[in-house]
């Protein structure tokens, strides 16, 4: 046997998914892709603002001297600058380069995150439906994670049952919003609760407990909502992000964390972070994709595009009896399986053409996630598809 036990059993554990991946590729090689609805993966449909070409263009027909070097471990200082400014209008608390590391993505910052505050057997409150990455970022850096239903009539969180889970063991809680794989934005009053019981739990354990606020679609918001903005409610706050979503890269990975100025010792945790995404073996985000993203930090891709999607389906949807909590931004639904196996109603949404992911994946049996960020056409062409497998299911 020669490698790692632990990462061959993760990898067997998670061999279904696989599976779904190639029979997914065999309908397509069958069918052809135009008629093969594939809803399950998390990959922009949309390009980059034409911003994003127009800068790239001028800094390849000017590039500055040492434009390719090693930097700071924490990224440019121009860049850190503009990331703080962008924070620093949207929410009225004022940041600076100081408390920015520029990270290879949203993935890159949570892990440089976890590196920096966990102990050995310490623990990470994840919120049920999760992102799945969380439990094994927690596992790369000796931590174990303790999950936590979100209300499931709205997918915020439960701060009563978070409350509930919060020992002397507790390091961090990590929230997304909008929310992969519901959709979910949370409130000001879910974050203003929040914040208070970790106030008041933090005073009485005498411990700093992270709030994690994983935020990569946070420009993703509809109806002309704004994400509201985590440093303004939790005071040890880090905001993990990046600009897979919102400017559609999200093969440069390019991202960045940010700590709260109002943070305990918030000095001692940049040092920390700027170290961790040193020997992690990052060393620094890309350089290229650092100078560009300092330029674009009002830019994002067009919301209306995803808004637009995201009714047509649900609209759909429910039209045909499926049950759904609304999302408020991102582009996922997470859906009630209208089979009690979440597995086999994926199964039978795939002889359909079909292509989705079960609930278990996200610990949450008895759902199934909706990756909608595809073209708009492979969305009016399942329109159809969809109703025939409510009818084969009973459910219209
Ligand atoms: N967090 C959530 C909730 C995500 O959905 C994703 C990617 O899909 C990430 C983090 C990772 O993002 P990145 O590509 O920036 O590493």
Avoid at 357 to 371: D, E, K, M, Q
Wanted: hydrophobic letters at 40%; one cysteine or more.
């Amino acid at each position: 046997m020669s490698i790692s036990l632990k990462v061959r059993g993760a990898i067997e554990r998670s061999s279904w998914i696989r599976r779904m991946f190639e029979e997914g590729a065999a309908l397509i090689a069958e069918y052809g892709a135009e008629n093969v609805y594939d809803f399950t993966l998390g990959n922009p449909s949309v390009e980059p603002p034409a911003a994003f070409r127009r800068e790239l263009r001028r800094m390849a027909e000017k590039p500055d001297l040492g434009m390719h070097r090693y930097m700071n471990n924490a990224g440019y200082e121009e860049t850190r600058a503009s990331v703080a400014r962008h924070i620093e209008e949207t929410s009225g608390v004022p940041v600076n380069s100081k408390h920015i590391v520029m990270t290879c993505g949203a993935g890159g910052a949570l892990n440089v995150t976890l590196k920096t505050i966990l102990n050995p057997g310490e623990e990470v409150i994840i919120l049920t439906p999760f992102f799945v990455e969380y439990k094994f970022y927690a596992d790369n850096h000796g931590g174990t994670t303790k999950e936590v239903w979100t209300n499931p009539e709205t997918f915020q969180p439960d701060i009563a049952a978070i409350e509930a889970a919060i020992t002397h063991n507790t390091r961090a809680i990590i929230i997304n919003s909008p929310n992969n794989p519901t959709g979910a934005v949370y409130s000001a009053e879910t974050l203003t609760a929040l914040g208070r019981m970790l106030d008041r739990k933090q005073g009485e354990l005498g411990s700093t407990i992270y709030t994690i606020s994983d935020e990569p679609y946070a420009r993703l918001a509809f109806d002309g909502n704004r994400v509201p903005p985590v440093f303004r409610y939790i005071r040890n706050a880090v905001l993990v992000t990046s600009h897979s979503k919102d400017l559609a890269l999200p093969g440069e990975r390019i991202g960045y964390l940010a700590a709260n100025p109002s943070m305990d010792n918030v000095a001692l945790f940049m040092e920390g972070a700027v170290f961790c995404n040193r020997v992690l073996g990052f060393v620094n985000a890309p350089a290229l994709m650092q100078r560009l993203v300092a330029k674009l930090q009002s830019e994002s891709v067009d919301v209306t595009e995803y808004q637009e999607k995201r009714d047509i389906l649900y609209n759909h949807l429910t039209g045909l009896g499926f049950e759904v909590v609304k999302p408020g931004g991102g582009f996922y639904f997470f859906p009630k399986s209208p089979m009690d196996d979440d597995v086999e109603f994926v199964r039978q949404a795939q002889k359909h053409n079909i292509l989705l992911v079960p609930g278990s994946g996200f610990g949450a049996p008895g759902y199934f996630r909706i990756a909608y960020c595809v073209e708009m056409g492979i969305i009016e062409r399942s329109l159809p598809a969809w109703e025939k497998l409510a009818k084969d299911i009973g459910l219209a």
